[in-house]
T-cell receptor, first 114, second 117 residues
Framework: AQSVTQLGSHVSVSEGALVLLRCNYS??????LFWYVQYPNQGLQLLLK??????LVKGINGFEAEFKKSETSFHLTKPSAHMSDAAEYFC????????????FGQGTELSVKP | DARVTQTPRHKVTEMGQEVTMRCQPI?????VFWYRQTMMQGLELLAY????????DSGMPKDRFSAEMPDATLATLKIQPSEPRDSAVYFC???????????????FGSGTRLTVV
């Protein structure tokens, strides 16, 4: 069965520093991949998605992610962290392309220090 | 922007009572999910529907939980009887999935925060 692993439950960066949140999926068959952000006491907001088009995907708020099939990875990056980026980030994958069933990782809490 | 609407936003109930949570998916979306979020378990998929038909409810405790889509504009999640361990935030999400052709992503509602005392 498809699964998602997010390396690091907590990541802390300084304001202005690079943000790198890691995500690996298990299947050898490329699924659809998503990153969501959750601010305190709110729902999940879609940051970006990979659906078999360009491997470098640009999302909202300056985030981007690169799909690497050889590494089964879909890491999220942002060149310069802002205080407002502090939130929980979830990587998700569809179980299969056809099913659309969404499987989430455990989440990574991003802290941004001034 | 189109949004997924969940009601109520907050619910406090006594153990043993019936709880019904409602979700209005985005018009035109054919796939609806129910997730439960807790600190310990993270995001758990309870059930999901495609074109109103249940596709998978294996994550749902069958003896007390039920999920339905009486029509395309309403999804419901019911707990009867409720227990303290059901305390969590319940999210509904909807999306448009066209098999292997396209997946346009999923939009989440703001959630229902359930507390069972």
């Amino acid at each position: 069965a498809q699964s998602v692993t997010q390396l690091g439950s907590h990541v802390s960066v300084s304001e202005g520093a690079l943000v790198l949140l890691r995500c690996n999926y298990s299947s050898s068959v490329p699924p659809y991949l998503f990153w969501y952000v959750q601010y305190p006491n709110q729902g999940l907001q879609l940051l970006l998605k990979y659906t078999s088009a360009a491997t470098l995907v640009k999302g909202i708020n300056g985030f981007e992610a690169e799909f690497k099939k050889s590494e089964t990875s879909f890491h999220l990056t942002k060149p310069s962290a802002h205080m407002s980026d502090a939130a929980e980030y979830f990587c998700a994958v569809t179980e299969t392309v056809a099913s659309g069933k969404l499987i989430f990782g455990q989440g990574t809490e991003l802290s941004v220090k001034p | 922007d189109a949004r997924v609407t969940q009601t109520p936003r907050h619910k406090v109930t006594e153990m043993g009572q019936e709880v019904t949570m409602r979700c209005q998916p985005i018009l035109g979306h054919n796939t609806v999910f129910w997730y439960r979020q807790t600190m310990m378990q993270g995001l758990e998929l309870l059930a999901y529907f495609r074109n109103r038909a249940p596709l998978d409810d294996s994550g749902m405790p069958k003896d007390r939980f039920s999920a339905e889509m009486p029509d395309a504009t309403l999804a419901t999640l019911k707990i009867q009887p409720s227990e303290p361990r059901d305390s969590a935030v319940y999210f509904c999400a909807s999306g448009l999935v066209l098999g292997t052709e396209a997946n346009y992503g999923y939009t989440f509602g703001s959630g229902t925060r359930l507390t069972v005392v």
